[in-house]
């Protein structure tokens, strides 16, 4: 199926699934969304896509998520929740994967020179 121009998206509310479980967590960036209505169900996998299918579509949500002025935002919480599904920030589900392992060894090496430091400095 081919995926609608991007001027024909309609951009209205968030969906459900997109809108934080806790806004006060959150923060008042999803108000801003671009996605608010995902019409074009860009941002979410149906079941059973096709590969070819889901590349076409992560694309043309991370184009929308491009123009997006709260793209840092939603990233971050979609990080930091972590959210499971779907492109949030620019990032599929698998690219914040790869980022959180990034993460969560550039910690565990700051950690590590951190108590190193510590032990040179006792020592
Ligand atoms: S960055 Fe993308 S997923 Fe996040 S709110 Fe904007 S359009 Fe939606």
Known sequence: MLQPPLQS???????SQRTPAREDEAGPWHAE?????DE????????????????SREEAAKRVCARCPVM??????ALVQPEPY????GLTAAERRVLLARRRRRDVELKAASTTGHVAAAG
Do not use: D
Request: charged share 20%.
């Open 33 to 37: 969304a671009v996605c608010r209505r």
């Open 86 to 89: 779907g492109v949030w920030g």
């Open 72 to 77: 840092v935002e939603c990233q971050e919480h």
């Open 40 to 55: 074009a169900g860009l941002f979410f996998a149906p079941s059973k896509e096709p590969t070819a299918a889901r590349l």
């Open 9 to 15: 998206l309609q951009v209205a509310a968030v969906p």
